[in-house]
T-cell receptor, first 112, second 111 residues
Framework: SQQGEEDPQALSIQEGENATMNCSYKTSINNLQWYRQNSGRGLVHLILIRSNEREKHSGRLRVTLDTSKKSSSLLITASRAADTASYFCATDEGYNFNKFYFGSGTKLNVKP | NAGVTQTPKFQVLKTGQSMTLQCAQDMNHEYMSWYRQDPGMGLRLIHYSVGAGITDQGEVPNGYNVSRSTTEDFPLRLLSAAPSQTSVYFC??????????FGSGTRLTVV
């Protein structure tokens, strides 16, 4: 399937540091999305980036997309303890933009 | 504006029982999907819908049925529960070219 893969699986940093997590996928896409999940909760949408976009910003979040490498990265700048969560990327199938597949996520721990 | 509402929040079933997980959204979103999330893993797509009366299968559809008679509601039916269906189930909705809004999930245990 198209399921994306996040890397690393787990990341532990100090408050104030930047956190970078990556997502790789297999086939062409129409868009890629990033989500956050706090423990025991539902997912919250962070950013959607379209296949013709290379970079997108939202507050302390920066997402890049490299369609030639079939990869994306999510950068969280100046991390806070409240950013502690799991982060997932989701991709469609390109020819079917109605089906979104999620990776297994990166678990981020921001230590105060 | 309630967003996506899932009921029940918790459920315990015996093997072989059937049940329906309810999902309703009040945002007039065309697209709705059901995902399951097993411990420490990502989400796997069960079924999805692109509008009332239109549904299709995802990655793991076996053992589940869906219907979409209205834009607002997208129930998921477990036909004959099995322990392998123990999971957290998430319903989500979106409109075209936007991200999903997720419900808070249903935690299902099959014994």
């Amino acid at each position: 399937s198209q399921q994306g893969e996040e890397d690393p699986q787990a990341l532990s940093i100090q408050e104030g540091e930047n956190a970078t997590m990556n997502c790789s996928y297999k086939t062409s896409i129409n868009n890629l999305q990033w989500y956050r999940q706090n423990s025991g909760r539902g997912l919250v949408h962070l950013i959607l980036i379209r296949s013709n976009e290379r970079e997108k910003h939202s507050g302390r979040l920066r997402v890049t997309l490299d369609t030639s490498k079939k990869s994306s990265s999510l950068l969280i700048t100046a991390s806070r303890a409240a950013d502690t969560a799991s982060y997932f990327c989701a991709t469609d199938e390109g020819y079917n933009f109605n089906k979104f597949y999620f990776g297994s996520g990166t678990k981020l721990n921001v230590k105060p | 504006n309630a967003g996506v509402t899932q009921t029940p929040k918790f459920q315990v079933l015996k093997t072989g029982q059937s049940m329906t997980l309810q999902c309703a959204q009040d945002m007039n979103h065309e697209y709705m999907s059901w995902y399951r999330q097993d411990p420490g893993m990502g989400l796997r797509l069960i079924h999805y819908s692109v509008g009332a009366g239109i549904t299709d299968q995802g990655e793991v559809p076996n053992g589940y049925n869906v219907s979409r008679s209205t834009t607002e509601d997208f129930p998921l039916r477990l036909l004959s529960a099995a322990p392998s269906q123990t999971s957290v189930y998430f319903c989500a909705s979106r409109r075209a070219n936007y991200g999903y809004t997720f419900g808070s999930g249903t935690r299902l245990t099959v014994v």
